[in-house]
DNA sequence: TTGTATGCGTTATCAA
DNA sequence: TTGATAACGCATACAA
């Protein structure tokens, strides 16, 4: 590969100084037509390509690059709001630099590190599990942040739990709440235990997880199994608290041995079906609650392998839902809508508009298809 | 955002000359302990990130990105594929930058240019559907371009048929074909009617989807639907190439009605499930070769609503293939091979290794589960 | 409308 | 080992 023609051999091709030569790049109107015609042909005879690294690194100018921090692109959650953050960003001139962690805390700080020296005009990302908030108060020095899917929180965050049962009932509001951060009051809402001030953008995890395990408990399930990922994930965490609001409330008291029925050592949908399968000739459980949509592959994995089905409800919507008889009734989060109001905040953030840095809170919607019946 | 310090801030603050700092960033072992743990407390005290794009202007530095272009985010295959490139390309300390043209070639050519003037070091991409050679020969006069998936064909490119059917028996060999392209000879080769020297990784369609086809007839198949999306795309072409093989050898003669039975409208799963729910009762069609996942999903989806099923092969393996009664049988690609053997071959070019661009063809599985069967 | 000179943050040369 | 100085490719005062 030939070193790259500059500016400054198209001005000599063109017979012009190098300034016209950027106007022109540039788009500038006021050219003379005979220059701009020879400045456009050398480009094409020397196939001359715009440096925007080098034009980034005068002040005031920026590259217009967005760096995108997921947990797991392989996972279509993942890939799905990767995809609506891409297409307001590049609505709005914006190239998105899309990277995943594959969940490990090491590796988050690399590419959030790696993206801020490439200079990135902000970034979007997932928090990792148990990476503490270091990582968020440096990069949020540097530049524009916004966290998504997962607040920010110090590594020593433990699963919340008793928590006051106020007006949240389940069902998830048929809009979003967005609540400004104090950094004060470190209780009652949804960024309890943070103490960085990050634009955050999560789904109601609660809610939808209480919404999903009442709907069992409705339909004459006695002992619902919590079937989902390690509780280091917030948003597991966040279902498990939902998931407790709904048994406490179905069966009248704390239920000593309710623990038995949460198993969160599911990571993969194999995982989760051995756990299914090894579960379903007991008796000990009579429904099932999937934290996720790989627990919730596995469980239907384990049912067609055993042959027996239990009334489930699974958390997340995955493609093949309605392809299973009876088609699977879920917990979907507005993915695209969690992309779009990430997207918004981080360009509002770029353009100046100084607001307070939020927590929105994405309703959930139960969808009914048919599986949590028995 | 105050605008960030730079090394000339933490030369002054540590009372160091610029090129001292300049030696400790980038891991220089020849300074003075103590000088370098002045320059470390500024850094930290200031905040200071290393910018990475002033640094890739100089002239043999590079800032180890590179641009992938893949045509949708959303389908699993894509971002399977994106998340087995990005492994390969990070062990050797790159950063991948993906993006998504959603099969528009006006904006596939937008992201070209754009990760070019972006100064990438490498590109991998997804030719576009008709968008012909142009922007392959632009882009590879600028920088390593490696093709994935497709290979660049001239706009004028039509589905090739009637090809000698020598060696290929439809099953796939063992291993990877890699073949040195001869611009000179046109045919033959699976690069027949490509014209410009690009390295190629591509799957071997025709031969997995005559594998299909014939395992369709095998089980008693007397007329199969071919159902895919438009045969712009090269890898729709190829598949119909191969399903056409599997056909002609079925009935011994060129079945002269056999058109009325491809089908490549099916632009998504629900557009494949009207199509399969129409033809389910007229009798026309006794076997589904589907030729992308989304087809087969459609399928399955007009199989469940119509409560009749046909023997079905799928072309791409999909989570939910297993989860369905009988498990969905399909022709597997290895995307993460694709993946890997396509960074492998871009690093070998950024490395200098002078080898001739080839295309490679990766072997498919045909993986039966039940579902071919009627 | 066009050109000159200067600076952006970093690295390389070369002398100290 | 360290430092002054000159690039790198581009854009912007400012002057012409």
Redesign the pocket.
């Known amino acids: 590969m030939p ?9 000599a091709a063109a ?9 022109h ?2 788009g ?5 037509p ?3 015609g020879r400045i456009a042909a050398a480009i094409v005879t020397l196939g ?8 980034s ?5 920026s590259a217009k690059v967005i760096g995108l921090v997921i947990s797991d692109l392989a996972n279509p959650y993942w890939s799905a709001l990767a995809r609506s953050v891409e297409r307001v960003l590049s609505e709005n001139g914006y190239l998105l630099m899309t990277v995943s962690s594959e969940e490990d805390a090491e590796r988050h700080r690399l590419l959030v590190d790696r993206l801020i020296a490439q200079r990135v005009d902000g970034l979007i990302a997932a928090p990792p599990r148990r990476d503490g908030l270091d990582w968020a108060v440096s990069a949020s020095a540097a530049l524009p942040l916004v966290a998504i899917d997962r607040p920010v929180l110090p590594s020593s965050a433990r699963p919340r739990d008793e928590e006051p049962e106020g007006d949240s009932d389940g069902v998830g509001g048929e809009s979003a709440r967005r609540v400004t951060i104090d950094s004060e009051s470190t209780n009652g809402s949804p960024t309890a235990g943070s103490s960085v001030a990050v634009e955050t953008v999560l789904a109601d995890n609660a809610g939808g997880a209480e919404a999903a395990t009442r709907e069992l408990f409705a339909q004459g399930a006695r002992r619902v199994l919590f079937l989902g990922d390690s509780l280091e994930l917030y948003t597991m965490r966040e279902r498990l608290v939902g998931y407790r609001r709904a048994v406490r409330r179905a069966s009248g008291d704390p239920v000593d041995d309710d623990r038995a029925l949460v198993v969160t050592s599911a990571h993969t949908a194999a995982e989760a079906a051995d756990i299914v399968g090894a579960l379903l000739g007991s008796g000990q459980v009579d429904a099932v609650f999937a934290a996720n949509n790989r627990s919730s592959i596995g469980a239907l994995e384990a049912f067609t392998r055993a042959g027996i089905r239990l009334p489930l409800i699974g958390y997340d919507d995955f493609e093949s839902a309605t392809l299973v008889r009876p088609a699977v009734s879920v917990v979907a989060q507005d993915v695209a809508l969690m992309g779009e109001t990430a997207a918004r905040a981080l360009l509002a953030r770029l353009a100046g508009t100084p607001t307070d840095p939020a927590v929105t809170v994405l309703p959930t919607q139960l969808i009914l298809r048919g599986s949590e019946r028995p």
Do not use: F, Q
């Not at 070193?3 to 001005?11: E, F, H, I, N």
């Not at 017979?15 to 106007?23: E, Q």
């Not at 500038?28 to 003379?32: C, G, M, Q, V």
């Open positions: 070193k790259p023609p500059t500016m400054k051999d198209v001005a017979g012009v100084s190098l300034k016209t030569v950027s106007r790049v540039n500038a109107t006021n050219i003379d005979e220059l701009a001359y390509r715009h440096n925007l690294a080098a034009a690194i005068r002040p005031g100018r």
